[in-house]
């Protein structure tokens, strides 16, 4: 089992829909990162959060550390959303870890 | 546009050869962390240096190597290359010393092509 758990794999909306990508993880951690990779291959960091949620945009991402889950939501969504969103652990502050992303398809 | 530079974008090289891919951080960031990311591996933690010392290891081969230099861009060598080490590379820098606590930007990637 991987100690970090994306849901779903792959995921398509119609514009405009409310967008809910998974993560869990199993190990301690120090803060999760959101990040999204776009079809070129670039990755641009979206959010790193410890606690709570953070709002940026259309994105919300939320954390709950008892559960040991987060949460990336997309208001709205847009065909430009379409993506990759990957979920990394900081697991005691020295390394990340890696989800296996969730690819986003958003149709007009 | 993260700040991150890589070059080159893409390289395409036979079975073992030896290839150095290049990464300048963003101004004022004085981490670098090398990542591969592979169709069936997805994204994994290389190696990272902090000020020009290593800091961190992860499922980095012993052909593959890095270095930080004191302008602090950073270079990845891999030698007596295989099939498998096809993928992208990134590099990613960050202000502080703990990717945990610090944002990453990350740079374009080089995509590796061994034929």
């Known amino acids: 089992k991987n100690e970090v758990e994306q849901s779903p794999q792959n995921l398509t909306a119609q514009e405009g829909e409310f967008i809910t990508i998974n993560c869990s993880y199993s190990?301690?951690?120090?803060?999760l990162h959101w990040l999204q990779q776009h079809p070129g291959g670039g990755i641009v960091s979206l959010f790193m959060?410890?606690?709570g949620k953070k709002k940026h945009g259309r994105l919300i991402a939320t954390i709950n550390i008892q559960e040991k889950h987060s949460s990336l939501h997309i208001t709205a969504s847009h065909p430009r959303d379409s993506a990759v969103y990957i979920c990394a652990a900081a697991h005691n502050t020295d390394k990340l870890i890696f989800g296996t992303g969730t690819r986003l398809q958003v149709f007009p | 546009d993260s700040g991150v530079t890589q070059t080159p974008k893409h390289l395409i090289t036979a079975t073992g050869q030896r290839v150095t891919l290049r990464c300048s951080p963003r101004s004022g960031d004085l981490s670098v962390y090398w990542y591969q990311q592979s169709l069936d591996q997805g994204l994994q933690f290389l190696i990272q240096y902090y000020n020009g010392e290593e800091r961190a290891k992860g499922n980095i081969l012993e052909r593959f190597s890095a270095q930080q230099f004191p302008d602090l861009h950073s270079e990845l060598n891999l030698s007596s290359l295989e099939l498998g080490d096809s993928a992208l590379y990134f590099c990613?820098?960050?202000?502080?010393?703990?990717?945990?606590?610090?944002?990453?930007?990350f740079g374009q990637g080089t995509r590796l092509t061994v034929v």
């Open positions: 959060l410890s606690s």
């Open positions: 190990v301690g951690i120090s803060a």
């Open positions: 990613a820098s960050s202000v502080g010393g703990l990717p945990g606590s610090t944002e990453a930007f």
